[in-house]
């Protein structure tokens, strides 16, 4: 089989025609038995998902798994969440074009290059530097300019940029952060996050309208845990 690589960068290979069809056959299979199987059912999310590159966010050792039904580790033992968990969650968030959203927990940027296709800007914080240049890098490759990545503690949102039409959290808080209840948008602001003791949670989704937010839970899951002010101790 020929081989091309068209370009070598820091963690990154991108390979032509046959490798890319391999990948899309992969992320193929992947939207059918892993996600519309399982219930996930907006079109627009099922068609980034079937887009988006997860191969391109993956350490070289899991190419080989970058389609599968897991979360994979990535540098700084944090992971890449599971492609069921990136769908479910993006589908929660109700995205629109014109939405600002605030991610927090940054990792490799695959979600925050999900969340990137479907709204205006995504503010995205992470508070290890090394893993925040390394999305950064993989944003500019892949030509985002409505991705901006900030290396700080998220528990205490981005509030220079506040209010956010969306807010996601991708490391499982103990509770809702407050500070980002109220960097949420009083016009039907939606933050989706799971939430519980550190070894299990469920992702929550809360509405705010006016001063007063809603709640409903969701499905039990299992995220690497957040920490800083308002999450967990190191
Ligand atoms: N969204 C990521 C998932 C990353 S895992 C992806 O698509 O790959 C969760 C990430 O949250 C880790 O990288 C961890 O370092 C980060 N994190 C934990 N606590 C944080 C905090 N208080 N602020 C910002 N990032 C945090």
Known sequence: MMLSIVSKMTGLIYYKSEHMDRYAKERERMCKEQLVNRGIS???????????????????ENLIRAYGDMALEIDCDQT??????????????????????????????????????LAKEVYTIERIEHLAKGAMEKFEQAGKTNIFVKVSDGTLGLADYAPY????????????????????????????????????HKIVKLRKIGNKTEETHHLQCIFVPLIGAYGFNP
């Open 42 to 60: 907006d079109k627009k999310v099922l068609d980034v998902m079937l887009k988006v590159p997860r191969h391109n966010f993956v350490t070289e």
């Open 165 to 200: 039409d969306k807010i996601i959290i991708t490391a499982a808080a103990p509770a809702v952060p407050p500070p980002l209840i109220e960097q949420l948008s009083s016009d039907g602001g939606i933050l989706v996050a799971p939430v519980g003791d550190r070894y299990s």
């Open 80 to 117: 890449i969440s599971q492609p069921y968990m990136v769908a479910i969650m993006t589908e929660l968030l109700e995205l629109k074009e014109t939405d600002r959203v605030l991610e927090i927990g940054t990792g490799s940027g695959y979600q925050a290059a999900v969340l990137s296709e």
